[in-house]
């Protein structure tokens, strides 16, 4: 079939993980072309190979794999619908088994459990959460509590429901379809994370790009 007045739609993602020394065309996003023979060899188009001694970290223009489609095929027409620069990393899964992982994710959980207990601690200290409580019992009973009262018990009840509540999750059950907060901000991060490195690789000349 001639390669005529035909277009390939590229949608290209941030970040791309893979686990090959190779990075093909294929592996940077999706992509669909009216021609099923000229999508299948635009898939195959090699882009980068991960030297051992080079960090397992590439940035890659969208020109740079334009460049590549067009040297194969020049009358084809690539249309990007995605990223303009593409962070591939070359990731060892094996690296993240095993006891030692196991280890480290305890070590954070514990971490996470009596920081989050010690600041709450400490925020209720720094506000006099117990003057607060005894005014407010003898404001409203006319006489001074002997202990703990309802006060303190609706208030540990209503935090624990807060907290479960505001991370929509119970153990390992999500409460609704919506995204935790955690979740939400643990993309901002891993957005600013990436768009932070790409620029990195462009001041420094480090992304693969047309000349």
């Given at each position: 079939?001639?390669?005529?007045n035909?277009?390939l739609?590229?949608?290209?993602?941030?970040?791309?993980?893979l686990q090959?020394?190779d990075?093909y065309?294929k592996?940077?996003?999706k992509m669909t072309c009216?021609?099923k023979?000229?999508?299948?060899?635009?898939?195959t188009?090699?882009l980068h190979h991960?030297?051992?001694?080079?960090?397992?970290?590439?940035?890659?223009s969208?020109?740079?794999?334009?460049?590549?489609i067009?040297?194969?095929?020049?009358n084809?027409?690539?249309e990007?619908?995605?990223e303009i620069d593409v962070?591939?990393?070359?990731i060892?899964?094996?690296?993240?088994?095993?006891p030692?992982?196991?280890?480290?994710?305890?070590?954070v959980?514990l971490i996470?459990?009596?920081?989050?207990?010690f600041?709450?601690m400490?925020?209720h200290n720094?506000?006099?959460?117990?003057e607060?409580?005894?005014?407010?019992y003898e404001?409203v009973?006319?006489?001074?509590?002997d202990?703990?009262s309802?006060?303190?018990l609706?208030?540990?009840?209503?935090?624990?429901?807060?907290i479960?509540?505001?991370?929509?999750?119970?153990?390992?059950r999500?409460?609704?379809k919506?995204?935790?907060p955690i979740?939400?901000?643990?993309r901002?991060?891993?957005?600013?994370?990436n768009?932070a490195?790409?620029?990195?690789a462009?001041?420094?000349?480090?992304?693969?790009?047309v000349?």
């Amino acid at each position: 079939m001639s390669t005529n007045n035909v277009t390939l739609y590229l949608k290209a993602e941030q970040n791309v993980e893979l686990q090959s020394e190779d990075v093909y065309v294929k592996d940077i996003g999706k992509m669909t072309c009216s021609d099923k023979h000229i999508l299948a060899k635009v898939k195959t188009i090699k882009l980068h190979h991960f030297k051992e001694e080079e960090p397992k970290r590439q940035v890659i223009s969208i020109l740079k794999v334009i460049a590549e489609i067009e040297k194969t095929f020049p009358n084809v027409t690539v249309e990007n619908l995605g990223e303009i620069d593409v962070l591939v990393e070359k990731i060892n899964v094996d690296k993240h088994k095993g006891p030692v992982q196991m280890i480290k994710i305890v070590f954070v959980s514990l971490i996470s459990f009596f920081g989050t207990a010690f600041t709450i601690m400490a925020f209720h200290n720094d506000i006099g959460i117990n003057e607060v409580f005894t005014k407010v019992y003898e404001m409203v009973m006319g006489q001074s509590s002997d202990g703990y009262s309802i006060l303190e018990l609706s208030y540990s009840i209503g935090l624990a429901v807060g907290i479960i509540t505001f991370f929509n999750h119970i153990g390992g059950r999500r409460i609704t379809k919506d995204p935790t907060p955690i979740e939400v901000e643990m993309r901002v991060y891993e957005t600013d994370v990436n768009k932070a490195l790409i620029e990195t690789a462009d001041r420094e000349g480090k992304m693969l790009d047309v000349h």
